[in-house]
């Protein structure tokens, strides 16, 4: 397996054929995926004893499989958060991949991790947070808020009067679904503010509703910015402003808006977001990174390096004298770990942060131009503002089912993935469709043409 022959040569150039035919291509396919009985009946057995060879395995992926998929840089994949990795990103995570770097210390990936810092150093930029503040590039949003509220937790249990108490969390109904994950995960409570926009208001009239013990097992609240169904950001000032008088831990989930900080058009709307003590964001979002790539920050990366930092016979060699740097694995809760922040790196070092600036801008443009659009047809209405670049809207005299079946329509059809979402309305919730805009390919005709086939 580990041998070059012809072979491997001609499998390598027939791969880099099909990478660049893809880098360079100007329209894809959306694809649709098909059952597992479906698929198989096409590949029939792939893994076996002999295997079935590199050219034929090859083959299999580009006439079935590879069609199974839906790009998530389609210009018409506008469902939940798509996404939009430059070209640069793309090659170079091939780059990433071949050089077989482990990324978890700086005795063996020094030059992997010097670039991921470089990158890393442009985001922390971008938040305002004070000198010292740092962060590492982690699988994703999950891992990202995973790794804080844990940093926090390990913080709040400093306090010997805490080290049993089982802690809680305050979010907003809007807050991501993977908060509700990692609070499982790290075993912690959580408190959910009844409204999709948290103000440091709410704030304080939820907190004062908090048992005596619920008080005491508070130790951190999680706000957002940029919710993933609307776009909407939280009051990150105010809450910054509690929290700080309650002493809580103050973290923001920016997963998916935090790429809209090089917007200047919109700045303004994360003011606050510099008092944070951890905030999440996901390059493979709106940073234009291939996936999968987010990024934890801290205020004070000592706290993150105490809760994080494992320990072991074997790692000690990581720890010597003559190892000594930036070592990721201690500050998030992964040991083994790829250099994922290589492409953004790069492809910040290619085209410089002036183009990602006018990359985000055009989402936040597209989203404008959707909701002119809408309000302008006689059979639609914007359900609300667009925000960031999600617009939620309705097709008037619709139920639920039209908007799941006019989904499946067009995916089938291959023409493009709109999704429906739910929005409370009062004490209901209502079904909508969304767009949510990343690719700065998208068009205006892109736009009118999917909302012409709701009529």
Known sequence: MHHIDIELIEMTLDVMKYVIGRVSATEHQIGKPKKAEELKALVGETVTPKGVGGEYAFNLWKEHLAKANVPVDHPRNLAFVPASPTKAAIMFDLITSASSIHGAYWMEGAGGIFCENEAMKWIVSLTGLPEGAFGVFTSGGTAANLSAIVTAREHWRENPDFKREKGLI???????????SMAKVADVDMLLDSEEY?????????????????????????????????GIIDDLDSIAKVC????????????????????????????????????????????FSPYDCGAVIYKNMELAKNAHSQQGSYLEIFKDEGAHGFNPTDYQIQLTRRVRGLPLWFSLATHGTDRYKEAVERGLELAQIAGRLIEAHPDLELVREPSLSCVLYRRIGWEP??????TYENHEKGFALVTPTKWKNGETYETCSRFCFINPDTTEKDIAMILESMV
């Not at 700080?244 to 808006?257: I, S, T």
């Not at 058009?265 to 996901?282: C, E, M, P, W, Y």
């Not at 089912?401 to 006019?406: A, I, L």
Request: net charge negative.
């Open 170 to 180: 305050i979010t907003s109904l809007g807050a991501h679904s993977s908060i509700k």
């Open 198 to 230: 948290l103000t440091g208001e709410a704030l304080r009239e939820t907190i004062a509703t908090l048992t005596e013990h619920q008080r005491k097992c508070l130790f951190a609240v999680v706000a957002t910015g940029g919710t993933t169904n609307a």
């Open 244 to 287: 700080e008088e309650e002493k809580l831990w103050f973290h923001v989930d920016a997963a998916y808006g935090g790429g809209a900080l090089v917007a200047d058009s919109v700045r303004h709307l994360f003011n606050g977001i510099d008092k944070a003590d951890s905030i999440t964001i996901d390059p493979h979002k709106w940073m």
């Open 401 to 406: 089912e039209d908007y799941t079946h006019w």
